[in-house]
């Protein structure tokens, strides 16, 4: 099997052309994120201008859809990237057949493009075996404790950024091994660093404003129940000249993973043990408690679901006749309704 690690993509695609298949999984999103990107980047520099996505999800999966996609031939392009966001990891019993049928036999015209959020010895299977065979498998492992200094360090100095290491630890500190939150705070420290070394003072004056209301505190919030702070902070946001489509990554990635901690709990799991498998701190984890039982695993699964809804509102191709035009209205009614349930009424 091609399995390659994520620090190693960026070189594969560009010293080889694009293969049939790419398997990208794993609980840290935005590796995920960023390794699915950097496809779909090689793809437009190859000339694949075509994109078709579908979104496995739910007790229903499309994957009929799926194969006649397969079969079809691109409407504007010779060739097409197929992307399928599955999101638990698992194709089941028609999905492993189709994608298997797929490896045995790779449409010419067809880059397929797997992504989930969810992966283990058990997700796997023949059917990614027989894509692995064909084209690369990518698993975002999450990045341990002891690891994230050094992928804090890394990344900075990827950005042009110097930092000593108490400053380097402040930042881990603050992000409490959210990554999504690390690379944003390094993004932002990017334009205000001005080239310096950052010691640790500088570190906190430039990643600690009480006073900006971020995507981290926006989560916070929806998850303790705090309706009024949620809509507030989307105010302040948008106020603040933000897009809705940077807040999505973070909030989507919340989302799945309280879907994933309500169908261990549902199913009679450890939620300690899930806790600290998901890297959820301590801090955090009694916000996730009171979140869980305000919501059964469907209503979760279906707010993971509606943040594809507000994306697909943000890129402009609203579902019509459901989905509302302001894509800050669409994340609004969602954030709400994990606050409240009585909100749940604003979603249809």
């Known amino acids: 099997m091609a399995e390659l690690r994520p620090d190693r993509l960026a070189a594969q695609l560009a010293s080889e052309p694009l293969r049939p298949a790419y398997l990208i999984a794993g609980p840290e999103a935005l590796v995920v994120l960023e390794a699915a990107d950097a496809v779909r980047a090689a793809a437009r520099e190859q000339g694949i201008g075509d994109r078709e996505v579908y979104d496995i999800e739910g007790r229903d999966p499309d994957w009929d859809s799926v194969a006649a996609a397969f079969q079809a031939p691109g409407l504007f ?18 999905g492993a057949e189709i994608l298997a049928q797929f490896a045995a036999d790779p449409p010419p015209d067809v880059v397929l493009l797997i992504t989930a959020g969810e992966w283990s010895k058990q997700h796997g299977g023949k059917w990614s075996e027989a894509l692995g065979r ?37 930042l881990a500190d603050r992000v409490e091994g959210n990554l999504l939150a690390a690379a944003q705070e390094i993004d932002k420290l990017s334009l205000l660093a001005e080239g310096r070394t950052l010691d640790v003072a500088a570190m906190e004056s430039l990643v600690s404003d009480s006073a900006r209301y971020d995507v981290f505190r926006l989560v916070d919030a929806a998850m303790n129940g705090q309706a009024t702070q949620v809509a ?7 106020g603040e000249g933000e ?36 890297r959820i701190w301590d801090s955090k984890q009694a916000a996730y408690t009171r979140a869980l039982k305000r919501h059964d695993v469907a ?28 894509a800050w209205l669409a994340l609004e009614r ?3 309704a994990v606050a409240d349930p009585r909100a749940m009424q604003l979603l249809g």
């Open 232 to 238: 507030r902070m989307l105010h302040g946001l948008k």
């Open 134 to 170: 064909i084209g690369h498998q990518l698993i975002a492992w999450q990045v341990k404790p002891h690891e994230l200094n050094g992928w804090i360090d890394a990344r900075m100095r990827a950005r042009g950024l110097r930092a000593d290491r108490d400053a380097v630890q402040a």
């Open 299 to 326: 209503r979760w699964e279906r707010f993971a679901a509606e943040i594809g809804h507000v994306d697909r509102i943000a890129k402009g191709r609203p579902q019509w006749g459901r989905d509302p035009h302001d």
């Open 243 to 278: 897009a809705v489509p940077a807040l999505l990554g973070m909030v989507a990635m919340e989302l799945n993973r309280a879907a994933l901690l309500a169908r261990v709990a549902a199913r009679g799991g450890n939620l300690q043990a899930e806790f600290k498998a998901q």
């Open 334 to 336: 969602v954030l709400l």
């Open 77 to 94: 392009a010779a060739r097409r990237v197929v992307e399928i966001r599955m999101p638990g990891g698992k194709p089941g019993k028609d």
